[in-house]
C-alpha cells in the first residue's frame, strides 16, 4: 500500500459525459501527479501540482482539467469524452516539488479504469 | 517526441534463468528511472540512475545507464516468479514537463 488513494476504482461512462477522478497523496507530500495509462500509448504525464499550484504540465488534452485543493487532494476531471479516453488514470504523490525525476521519489496510487463506451 | 523504446515488449521465462530488458531512445536523458508494476496496482519505484555508466544493484536486479544516457538495462539473475510484472523505464530530459515513460516489459516467470 502506497499510502496514495484514488476513487471510483473503475468508472463506467457514456461518450460526451464529464466524470471527475479523486486523489488523496500520502500523509506529508506536497505533490500530486497525474498519468494516464493505455495500452498502445504507456504511461504518459498529465499534469503536476505543487501545495495547490501547477508545476508542469505534460500531454495533457484541453478538455483535461485538474486542480489541488487547500487540504491536498487533488481532482482530475475529463469531459467531452471520447472512447479513446478509456485508460487507466493514476495518480501519485511524493513530498517535493522538484522538477525532473532525479531524487524524486513518487508512489503511486492503484489507479482508476475509465472505460467510455 | 522523446521516444522510449523498451525490448522485448513480452518475456515467458521459467523459475531460475536470467534475463535482460532494455530501454532505449537516440535522446540523451539526465536521468532514468525503473518501476515495476503489478497488475491492478500502480508502478513502484525500482531505481534511478543518473550517471553515465552507472551500474546500481538491487538484490538480485542491476540496472545500467549507458556512457551516453540514451540507453539502459535491467538483468536479473535467478529469476523468481515474484519477479512477473511489468518493467517501466522513464527518461527525463530538461525537467519533468520532459518525462517520457516506456510502453514496458511485460515479464511472466513460471514456476
Known amino acids: 500500500d502506497s499510502g496514495v488513494t484514488q476513487t471510483p476504482k473503475h468508472l463506467i461512462t457514456a461518450t460526451g459525459q464529464r466524470v471527475t477522478l479523486r486523489c488523496s497523496p500520502r500523509s506529508g507530500d506536497l505533490s500530486v501527479y497525474w498519468y494516464q495509462q493505455s495500452l498502445d500509448q504507456g504511461l504518459q504525464f498529465l499534469i503536476q501540482y505543487y501545495n495547490g499550484e501547477e508545476r508542469a504540465k505534460g500531454n495533457i488534452l484541453e478538455r483535461f482539467s485538474a486542480q489541488q485543493f487547500p487540504d491536498l487532494h487533488s481532482e482530475l476531471n475529463l469531459s467531452s469524452l471520447e472512447l479513446g479516453d478509456s485508460a487507466l488514470y493514476f495518480c501519485?504523490?511524493?513530498?517535493?516539488?522538484?522538477?525532473?525525476?532525479?531524487?524524486?521519489?513518487?508512489?503511486f496510487g492503484p489507479g482508476t479504469r475509465l472505460t467510455v463506451l | 517526441t522523446q521516444l522510449l523504446e523498451q525490448s522485448p515488449q513480452f518475456l515467458s521465462i521459467q523459475e531460475g534463468e536470467n534475463l535482460t530488458v532494455y530501454c532505449n531512445s537516440s535522446?540523451?536523458?539526465?536521468?532514468l528511472q525503473w518501476y515495476r508494476q503489478e497488475p491492478g496496482e500502480g508502478p513502484v519505484l525500482l531505481v534511478t540512475?543518473?550517471?553515465?555508466?552507472e551500474v546500481k544493484k538491487l538484490k538480485r536486479l542491476t540496472f545500467q545507464f549507458g556512457d551516453a544516457r540514451k540507453d539502459s538495462s535491467l538483468h536479473i539473475t535467478a529469476a523468481q516468479p515474484g519477479d512477473t510484472g511489468l518493467y517501466l523505464c522513464?527518461?527525463?530530459?530538461?525537467?519533468?514537463?520532459?518525462?517520457?515513460f516506456g510502453i514496458g516489459t511485460k515479464l511472466q516467470v513460471i514456476p
Open positions: 535522446s540523451v536523458f539526465s536521468s
Open positions: 522513464a527518461g527525463e530530459s530538461g525537467g519533468y514537463q520532459k518525462v517520457t
Open positions: 540512475v543518473v550517471t553515465g555508466g
Open positions: 501519485a504523490s511524493s513530498p517535493l516539488s522538484r522538477g525532473g525525476l532525479a531524487g524524486v521519489e513518487q508512489f
